[in-house]
């Protein structure tokens, strides 16, 4: 063997060394797989990430190139967070498999902002403008306050982590049960039989492919399943691309289209409450993620995290979108999947990047009808409830009876704006944004009642026990 051959199988040795020594979360895997697990990720999202511009473009009755090129940037801006969270640069993204889209607690708010400055006959430009300059300064007030945030690790042991996760999940359930009945329930088509066989067909395609189904391609099974559910809808009509056929390739992403930023007081005040809301629920995202890949998170880690939401929020305000989180419907994936890299996020990012760019893709996406998310939504989101259940197994409730009641208690919190959003109706407006998030309530009803049966542990350890090791350091689970 040659001299240069031989140094070539060296190379190749060590470096495939390298990547198995790697924790799976650090692993790179073949380019073909990023791209089909990250289109995996992004169908998994989509829905929700463009579904904050259509609401708001459509309370502003903005004509449709508007609401387009809200769609479009908020797209774009998607990638360039997501890039950022799970790549990790300079000291901003918690680099773990996370995918960022716009929050849903920032709907509220916006709508009370339009339908002031509807009040006040204010243009409908100056009053995105104003949104936008609440949004800038609520990013700047999170990313400074996201080190503070983060040093919360003695407040959510596994009874609180648990509880978090376990109501993240439920929460998400009924987005689930929505996408397979075909919308909302004021909606004409809601809960059609057409709507449910084929969500069902896709959840059946799903567990299917995970069970029969080698290696990667059992990984790439809610893809998969989507896929079947879309080629059923392409052949019962149920599918159009006569947006498709109307988009161009190519599109402009402008920074400040509609104005510079108008800042002030009162908006910037109610979007920093927002941000609160958001990071707290980033915190129990953040909880998820780290608990399904089994990598300790340190306070250093949260921080960069919050970081990383809070620098897209500004990037939201500045490319004409809105606030940014860590979707939690992506937590569910990776539990599905087992696929622990967070390359594919990163993949899943320039895959938004160029959905942003290309408004012929994007309308491409948008076709598939939001029933055959419902077959995929309905595993996972139980997965995440799954993941808090698992957490809360490892409690210790016959020692500990109190740990029942913080359990029942904080469970039954969140589920009031699920069950009865009319039961808050009476508490004062200030107060909306975080008593319609059932993630916060119950994140704040489970570290009191903890800290009142079980005290605080104020040593600061790791938020979640995994095993005690850097994140470079050698790892023997499944590679994935």
């Known amino acids: 063997m040659s001299e240069t051959a031989n140094t070539t199988m060296h190379q190749s040795v060590n470096a495939g060394v390298a990547q198995s020594s790697r924790h799976p979360v650090d692993r790179l895997l073949p380019f073909p797989q990023l791209g089909i697990l990250g289109l995996q990720h992004v169908l998994v999202m989509y829905a929700g990430a463009v579904a904050v511009p259509l609401i708001v473009g459509g309370a502003l009755k903005l004509p449709p190139e508007q609401v387009g090129s809200l769609v479009s940037a908020n797209l774009f801006a998607c990638g360039i967070v997501t890039i950022i969270q799970s790549l990790g640069v300079f000291g901003v993204g918690i680099r773990l498999p996370i995918m960022m889209g716009v929050t849903f607690a920032s709907v509220g708010p916006m709508l009370g902002m339009i339908a002031a400055g509807a009040a006040e006959g204010r243009p409908t430009v100056a009053t995105l403008d104003v949104i936008y300059g609440s949004v800038i300064a609520a990013g700047i007030f999170g990313f400074l306050a996201a080190p503070l945030m983060s040093r919360v690790a003695a407040l959510f042991p596994p009874v609180v982590t648990g509880t978090v996760i376990l109501v993240i999940g439920i929460s998400l359930m009924k987005i689930g049960i929505d996408w ?31 069970k029969l189904l080698p ?11 989507v896929i079947v559910g879309a080629v059923i809808a392409s052949a019962l009509g149920l599918m159009h691309f006569e947006a498709v056929a109307a988009a161009p390739w190519i599109g402009v992403v402008r920074i400040f289209q509609f104005g510079w930023p108008t800042f002030e007081p009162v908006a910037i005040v109610t979007m920093c409450v927002v941000m609160i809301v958001v990071m707290v629920e980033s915190l129990g995202m953040f909880l998820a993620v780290g608990k399904l890949v089994d990598r300790t998170l340190t306070p250093s880690d949260i921080a960069r995290g919050l970081r990383a939401d809070a620098l897209g929020t500004v990037v939201g305000g500045v490319f004409n979108t809105f606030p940014y ?25 320039c895959i938004m990047l160029a959905l942003g760019l290309s408004p012929k893709l994007a309308a491409l996406v ?3 009808p939001v029933f055959v998310l419902g077959g995929a939504g309905m595993i996972l989101f139980g997965m995440v409830a799954a993941t808090g259940v698992r957490i809360l197994a490892a409690v210790d409730f016959a020692k500990n009876r109190n740990n029942q009641f913080i359990v029942a208690i904080a469970v039954s919190l969140g589920m009031i704006p699920l069950l009865s959003p009319a039961f808050l109706q009476s508490a004062p407006r200030a107060l909306t944004p975080l008593l319609n998030s059932g993630i916060v309530l119950s994140t704040i ?25 850097d994140h470079d350091a050698p790892e023997a689970h499944n590679p994935h």
Do not use: E
């Open 325 to 349: 989180t860590s979707y939690s419907q992506n937590v569910g994936l990776v539990g599905v999947t087992g696929v622990r890299s967070r390359f594919v996020c990163v993949a899943g990012g």
């Open 215 to 225: 290696g990667f391609l059992a990984n790439a099974a809610v893809l998969i399943g």
């Open 445 to 469: 009803a489970a570290v009191l009642l903890n800290a009142y049966y079980n005290g605080v542990n104020r040593r600061g350890t790791p938020i979640i026990a995994g095993k005690q090791q």
């Open 180 to 210: 397979a009945a075909g919308g909302q329930p004021s909606d004409p088509n809601y809960a059609a039989p057409i709507n449910l066989g084929i969500a069902g067909a896709v959840l059946v395609s799903i567990l299917l492919a995970t």
């Open 366 to 368: 948008a076709s598939v």
